[in-house]
């Protein structure tokens, strides 16, 4: 049942895909209001609805029946089937991508200016608010893109391609979870099982094909280079593979300390640390490098994220908070609070890496990254994947964070949009009081745990 009832999930995705996935032409997204209006008829809906809600139960319920790993890939690998020749999924970044890869491969900046100042054939599919920022990636996705226009031609040559490049990232990760597993003392199966067969994955790893699925990929194949008791050639390439995930999506930066951290034995002395930092940092530098070389466009993606933080929802904390002090007190404090986040997360991270010494360098990564996305200004449904992927496979299971993966697989509809963007100010009240919940909670352990002493 949970094999076929995912199938049949994958099939009304697919469906719901056919029906209204996101366009190739803009001025036909389906929106929560034509949704719920029925405006495009009762099936697209119910399609979505009832797929979606199937993915989730059998993930959910099927963690615990995983027989093997081979049966978690074959049962994942048939889910992604049905939505393979489909419209994109959850998203129109798909389209951005095509674009960006049409001026890579034409000769152009991406990091210069928007995708309209380059004549990208496609310019119709692309959101306005993308059109005039610069490509905020690595220049290792923007080579792969242009590499997908070469060989595409058309848009739908493209966006086959970007999805082939998106499977041969969850390749990488199909290879690198079971090392990582078995250095942590997880089950294999199960962590294959959490991550491959998450609608996440699904829905905007590979109909969506967002470059997440490169990044996560590279970063779990670093990672299970350190665990595998690594030699020196080792290391380089474990930092090689970092350094090219960083190539992808310069977030994936964070998890470069905690793999050096994962090279030494637990708790041994800080001194200890240069030589694996020596070998992983010159992988990834050189891998950096390289790639910033071949593709001719440097560093010039740092640029790109300034304009990354133009969406405003509630699914990020910090905007989350700034959306809350507005809507009370009338002042724009977004931009405060998600500064604030910001300098949290630069505070935090160090912590999170002294305490991992004694043996939790490998799950600290996967915080690291959980932090990174719970600080960050923006949170897209998509990012969720980055922490699931390392602690599914080195730490003990979290029901909270498998729930808020769900939640995530929930927040867009088939075309595009984000029912964030619909409850915003809702959502951000009920952010903050969770927020807050969870900071008094904190309060009262530490002054239990003083009394206690």
Not at 254 to 269: C, G, K, N
Request: proline content about 7%; aromatic content about 8%; overall charge positive.
């Amino acid at each position: 049942m949970i094999r076929w009832g995912g199938l049949a999930g994958s099939v009304l995705v697919a469906a719901a895909a056919y029906l209204g996935g996101s366009p190739f032409a803009r001025g036909t997204t389906v929106t929560p209001g034509t949704m719920l209006a029925g405006r495009e008829g009762v099936l697209l809906p119910l399609c979505w609805v009832l797929g979606l809600a199937a993915l989730l139960c059998a993930w959910w319920f099927g963690r615990h029946r995983v027989p093997s790993t081979r049966w978690a890939l074959v049962t994942a690998g048939l889910w992604i089937l049905p939505v393979l020749p489909m419209l994109p999924l959850g998203s129109e970044d798909i389209y951005s991508y095509a674009c960006q890869g049409f001026v890579q491969h034409s000769g152009g900046d991406p990091y210069a200016g928007g995708v309209q100042d380059f004549g990208c054939p496609w310019l119709g599919s692309v959101s306005t608010t993308w059109r005039t920022s610069p490509a905020p990636y690595g220049p290792l996705f923007l080579l792969v893109a242009g590499w997908a226009v070469a060989l595409g031609d058309s848009l739908s040559g493209v966006i086959a391609g970007l999805r082939v490049i998106a499977l041969a990232g969850l390749g990488l990760v199909a290879a690198g979870l079971p090392v990582l597993a078995r250095r942590a003392g997880i089950d294999p199966a199960r962590a294959v099982w959490t991550v491959l067969a998450c609608p996440l994955v699904l829905i905007h790893l590979v109909s969506g094909a967002h470059n997440d699925a490169l990044m996560v990929g590279l970063l779990v194949v670093g990672l299970a280079l350190v665990a595998a008791r690594p030699s020196p050639s080792l290391l380089v390439a474990a930092g090689v593979a970092l350094g090219l995930a960083v190539a992808v999506k310069a977030t994936a930066v964070v998890v470069l300390p905690f793999a050096v951290l994962a090279a030494v034995p637990p708790s041994a002395p800080v001194r200890t640390l240069w030589r694996p930092a020596a070998l992983i940092a010159a992988g990834a530098v050189g891998a950096v490098g390289l790639v910033s070389l071949v593709s001719g466009r440097g560093l010039g993606w740092i640029a790109g994220l300034l304009r990354s933080g133009d969406t405003v929802a509630w699914t990020s904390p910090s905007t989350a908070v700034g959306l809350t002090v507005q809507a009370v007190t009338g002042v724009d404090a977004v931009g405060v609070t998600r500064i604030l986040g910001v300098l949290l997360l630069v505070v935090l991270l160090p912590v999170l890496w002294w305490r991992a010494r004694d043996g939790e360098a490998l799950p600290g990564a996967g915080w690291a990254l959980g932090l990174t996305v719970l600080c960050a200004p923006v949170f897209h449904p998509w990012y969720a994947i980055w922490p699931l992927a390392v602690l599914a496979a080195t730490t003990a299971e979290r029901r909270w964070v498998l729930g808020l993966c769900a939640l995530a697989a929930t927040l867009t509809l088939p075309a595009g949009y984000n029912w964030a963007l619909f409850t915003r100010v809702p959502g951000a009240l009920a952010v903050t009081a969770v927020l807050l919940g969870l900071a008094v909670r904190q309060v009262r352990e530490l002054r239990h745990r003083r009394v206690s002493a």
